[in-house]
């Protein structure tokens, strides 16, 4: 399985400040979402603990790692996207020209921003829904329509960085994307 | 159109994307949107739909957030400094022998991968601790690279190991069971590998010098260091397969259990904190996108009936069920040259599993046969990472060297690879190294 390591992303001082602004949001949505997954670590040794020495689980902790979960992992999205370390199949392309290779990463981007700006949609629809029937979660009774409204900035933030990417590789010829 | 060649033709879809660069998730959800599409008619409402709530219940899926803690815990271990604790303990006990230092580097690749989910995180931590080592005790860059990079696989033959929850949670198989049945083919990679290792060093031109033989003071002060990362891997291991604590909660026992050992032992900081949880951001992105793809995808072939007529085509044909496992096998070998392991068992495994569980093997039982397979798949799937030309432990490895032609790397590698086949094939013809220690 490929995973990151290398880390802090390349040189950025030549980019404008629109691009810096962005990667810095990009970076405050995958901090907070590292933030919400070490509280939800706490709440789950905490639930543990209490269940095992006290027989007192923290009364809908499955249902909290869910709904935690899932705002953290959306938060997650936007900078892998902007760092460029989502997965692909590089392998087949590998000896096509550079210029060959570019148009087609703007491409997969432009699909990505497509599919993320969809997503973004349809949850909203899905939001308004939860929130005009009122659906909630089952033992905590958390309105479904909050960790929702939660993921969508995340996936709209997630097109916006594969729009960066787009135009990154408009605005620089010879640099791959 | 019959559902076998429109499942195939959204396949061959998401293939060719996959082809052209694009994010394998976004292909997935193509081909998976294509499905819908079809069997629908060319209507968009059924998809749309289905999209509403895709996003939301992929991510907040209880199983699936086991992925972020265990790649929490793993880098945590990573920039905590946990992997050189463990590999001068190795080196304390094993280093005095001949290829000692090297089998060193196999034990603690072994070690970390106990409490790191991940093969390149292991190959690329374990380069910076074990490699400068390696090469100041004369092992040549061939077989020091090698070394690691073939080490670097156990990260993920070792359980907790994220391509195994995945599998598990695509087959609604125990996580448990999945870890537990990984152990002693994990332990037979280690023990391959040490063999080659000791082969090669014996007929290595260089010196491969050995270390002084330590005291046995100074082993226990080694032994002492890491007992906190053999007591969290059992916690881990022992939690879930006893059935005190359910896999999440067991990963955040794990990811905090490491993260006070990365600032007690290892003095790791905010700055380390910091990368550890863009990191984590990092690649449970990366995994997800893939997560939410595969989702349409195969909830797309379902609707196609795909998978279950292609398993009704291959009963029918009375092909030999070991041919079928072969091919599949060969398959995997194949396509993880050049795709990663994790984007291939969500791709296959949906298609695969029916046709494994619907044929007869050694008269296994549908359970037996699913985790059986898994071991299996997880074990091919996971050499694509040291397969020339495209083996990305090699890549990394070989670039934390720095001075090593990536041939040589290549090259070293050979004969670990052929231990991981000899391993595979004793796997597919006695299951019951997998099975064995469920039995108990």
């Known amino acids: 399985m490929k995973e990151s390591i290398s880390f802090e992303s390349a040189d950025l001082a030549d980019h404008g400040l629109l691009r810096r602004g962005l990667e810095r949001i990009a970076e405050l949505f995958a901090m907070t979402g590292g933030l919400i997954l070490l509280a939800l670590v706490n709440m789950s040794l905490v639930s543990i603990i209490g269940r095992k020495l006290f027989a007192t689980p923290i009364r809908g902790d499955m249902e909290l790692m869910e709904v935690g979960a899932a705002i953290a992992i959306a938060a997650f999205l936007p900078l892998c996207e902007l760092r460029g370390s989502h997965l692909k199949a590089d392998a087949f392309t590998l000896a096509a020209p550079e210029a060959v290779r570019r148009v087609l990463d703007g491409l997969a981007h432009g699909f990505c921003c497509f599919a993320a700006l969809i997503l973004a949609w349809r949850t909203t629809l899905q939001l308004l829904d939860n929130h005009e029937y009122g659906d909630v979660t089952t033992l905590l009774s958390i309105p479904l329509w909050i960790p929702l409204m939660l993921i969508v900035p995340s996936l709209v933030l997630l097109a916006l960085c594969s729009l960066a990417r787009v135009t990154d590789i408009i605005r620089k010829p010879g640099v791959e994307a | ?440």
């Open chain 2, 1 to 440: 159109m019959s559902g076998l060649s429109l499942g195939l033709i959204a396949l061959a879809v998401t293939m060719s994307m996959l082809v052209l660069r694009i994010h394998i998730g976004v292909t997935m959800l193509a081909g998976g949107a294509l499905c819908y599409w079809a069997v629908n008619d060319g209507d968009f409402n059924g998809l749309l739909f289905t999209l509403n709530n895709l996003a939301y219940s992929r991510l907040s899926n209880y199983d699936l957030a086991v992925i972020p803690l265990f790649v929490l815990m793993g880098q945590f271990a990573t920039h905590g400094g946990l992997s050189r604790a463990i590999f001068r303990c190795a080196a304390a006990f094993v280093g005095h022998l001949r290829g000692g230092l090297g089998i060193s580097a196999i034990g603690a690749c072994a070690g970390f991968g106990a409490i790191c989910g991940s093969s390149l995180a292991t190959s690329a931590t374990m380069s910076h601790v074990a490699l400068p080592e390696l090469r100041r005790h004369n092992y040549s860059g061939r077989l020091a690279t090698a070394t690691v990079a073939a080490g670097g696989t156990l990260g993920i033959l070792i359980p907790p190991s994220v391509p195994l929850i995945i599998y598990a949670v695509l087959t609604q198989e125990s996580i448990a069971k999945l870890f537990v049945a990984a152990i002693i083919p994990g332990i037979l990679a280690v023990l391959g590998y040490m063999i080659v290792l000791r082969i090669m060093v014996a007929r290595e031109q260089t010196a491969c010098d050995a270390l002084e033989k330590v005291s046995s003071a100074e082993r226990v002060k080694a032994l002492v260091k890491i007992i906190p990362v053999i007591g969290v891997f059992l916690v881990v291991i022992v939690g879930i397969y006893g059935g005190w604590a359910n896999p999440t909660e067991a990963a955040s026992i794990g990811a905090a259990a490491c993260g006070i050992l990365a600032v007690l032992q290892g003095g790791m900081r905010w700055p380390g904190m910091r990368k550890s949880l863009l990191g984590t951001a990092e690649t449970t992105a990366m995994i997800f996108l893939v997560l939410l793809g595969a989702d349409l995808l195969n909830s797309g072939l379902a609707l196609t009936q795909m998978p279950i007529e292609l398993m009704e085509w291959v009963k029918s044909a009375g092909l030999e069920p070991m041919l079928v496992l072969v091919a599949i096998l060969l398959l995997y070998l194949v396509l993880g040259c050049v795709m990663d392991s994790l984007a291939m068992i969500l791709l296959t495994i949906p298609i695969f599993y029916p046709m494994i569980i619907g044929l007869d093997f050694y008269g296994l039982d549908a359970s037996e046969k699913s985790i059986w397979f898994g071991i299996l798949a997880l074990m091919v799937v996971e050499i694509g990472l040291i397969t020339p030309p495209l083996g990305m432990n090699l890549f990394i490895v070989q670039r934390a060297a720095g001075d090593v032609p990536f041939m040589e790397t290549a090259r070293g590698v050979l004969p670990f690879l052929a231990s991981d086949l000899v391993r595979i094939v004793l796997l597919a013809l006695f299951p019951a190294i997998s099975l064995w220690l469920l039995s108990l």
